[in-house]
């Protein structure tokens, strides 16, 4: 039933350039936010930031990690971001702090707790939308490989993780991947 067509529409709305408050402000100052279709319906995933910005300020349902995937009070999903984290991470690299985002983004369009998948997803959307070029890709492979090692759902390490990505990504998109929902309580393995 998921012609190749249906897929390329739900992509398409995948995401939406916006403005004012909850917007997620990528390096490059566009703001955007994970738009996706919720049981036929358009569904903008609400973003919260927390911490100010300072070490010690970090919110401990996150775990550590920069963002993670929460249900919001109706349930549906939302994307909870570490304001410390995502600083320190721009200061390494703005486009992984970019990347933060499509990765919890692409949790929640196909529903998943695979984290290859998310991240394969993610750095597919990040082409499609010209996000990233050539050395972009390079130095956020670089920024992967820098991670260690890394929980069995990664991969192992940084280096397995961007490889797996890679992989997939260059592999042919499933349609049937798309379909989006509340993936469970994922998180990102991405640190300064
Ligand atoms: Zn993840």
Redesign the pocket.
């Known amino acids: 039933m998921s012609g190749r067509g249906r897929g390329a529409v739900a992509v398409a709305a995948l995401w939406a350039v916006a403005t004012g408050a909850g917007a997620f402000t990528l390096g490059d100052g566009t703001q955007i936010r994970c738009v996706v279709d919720l049981a036929g319906a358009r569904y903008e995933v609400p973003e919260e930031f927390v911490g100010n910005g300072r070490v010690g300020e970090r919110h401990p349902e996150l775990g550590g990690s920069a963002a993670v ?1 929460r249900r919001a009070e109706d349930g549906r999903p939302k994307i909870v971001f570490d304001t410390y984290m995502l600083d320190s991470i721009r200061a390494k690299l703005p486009l992984a702090r970019d990347f933060v985002f499509l ?2 983004c ?2 929640i369009q196909l529903a998943t ?1 695979d ?1 290859i998948d ?2 394969c997803h993610a750095l597919r959307e990040a082409r499609r939308r010209g996000l990233i070029d050539a050395d972009g890709e390079a130095a956020l492979g670089d920024f992967h490989r820098r991670m260690g090692r890394l929980p069995l759902k990664y991969g192992t390490s940084g280096v397995k993780f961007w490889e797996r990505t890679q992989a997939c990504v260059d592999a042919p998109a499933r349609d049937d991947e798309i379909h989006a929902g509340f993936p469970g309580e ?4 991405f640190a300064p």
């Open positions: 995937v990765h919890e692409a949790h707790l984290e998310a991240n994922a998180d990102t393995p």
